[in-house]
């Protein structure tokens, strides 16, 4: 089983900034690679797929990058909406298909 | 649009079952591999089932296999998950997902269905 860490569980950033989100495969899953965005009391939301291809209707201010185990996602300028929790996925290597555990952003 | 609606939720003792639909609106559904993503309270997503589009392929996380069976009907554009034997660590809120022809990511997410054992 592949298994996804996420770092940091928590990321505390002001409104405006960059965050930086990382990812981290056990094994090497190429770039088969999705980052999702879930707000309180939502479904999740698929903002990346292969690693860096922005998802139908995600704003230009998200961007992933990486490869093989390592892997990042940048929201350029956060915006009020941003804070949440993101999660990775891999579907490289499956069945298991496995997440990360979650990176929760919060204002700062 | 895209639509994704679960139904049959609710409550059930440990040992019971419960019986998951999805309706699925706005795309043709037949084309379309399906898979259950759960979230326990307060916990992260986990992969449940997997389900192709003609219904060969079925796969199944460990915790799992051989209590629960995922199903599809493409004539009714519905997805299943029939959950037996219920435990009490199977409480969670269950997603069903659409899953895209270019990878086996999630690209349109139903609201959920709360199942809790207790």
């Known amino acids: 089983e592949v298994v996804m860490t996420q770092s940091p569980v928590t990321l505390s950033v002001s409104p405006g900034e960059r965050a930086t989100l990382s990812c981290r495969a056990s094994?090497?899953?190429?770039?088969?690679l999705a980052w999702y965005q879930q707000r309180p009391g939502q479904a999740p939301r698929l903002l990346i797929h292969?690693?860096?291809t922005r998802a139908t209707g995600i704003p230009a201010r998200f961007s992933g990058s990486g490869s093989g185990t390592e892997f990042t996602l940048t929201i350029s300028s956060l915006q009020s909406e941003d804070f949440a929790v993101y999660y990775c996925?891999?579907?490289?290597?499956?069945?298991?298909?496995?997440f990360g555990g979650g990176t929760t952003v919060v204002i700062k | 649009e895209v639509q994704l609606v679960e139904s049959g939720g609710g409550s059930v003792q440990p040992g019971g079952s419960l019986r998951l639909s999805c309706a699925g609106s706005?795309?043709?559904?037949?084309?379309?591999?399906m898979s259950w993503v759960r979230q326990a309270p307060g916990k992260g997503l986990e992969w449940v089932a997997y389900i192709s589009s003609s219904g060969s392929t079925i796969e199944y996380a460990d915790a799992v296999q051989g209590r629960f069976t995922i199903s599809r009907d493409s004539a009714k554009n519905s997805l299943f998950l029939q959950m037996n034997s219920l435990r009490a660590e199977d409480t969670a809120v269950y997603f069903c997902?659409?899953?895209?022809?270019?990878?086996?990511?999630?690209?349109?997410w139903g609201q959920g269905a709360l199942v809790t054992v207790s």
């Open positions: 997902a659409r899953v895209p022809a270019t990878g086996t990511f999630v690209d349109n």
């Open positions: 706005g795309f043709t559904f037949s084309s379309y591999e």
């Open positions: 996925q891999q579907y490289y290597n499956w069945p298991p298909i496995t």
């Open positions: 094994q090497s899953v190429s770039s088969h």
């Open positions: 292969g690693a860096s």
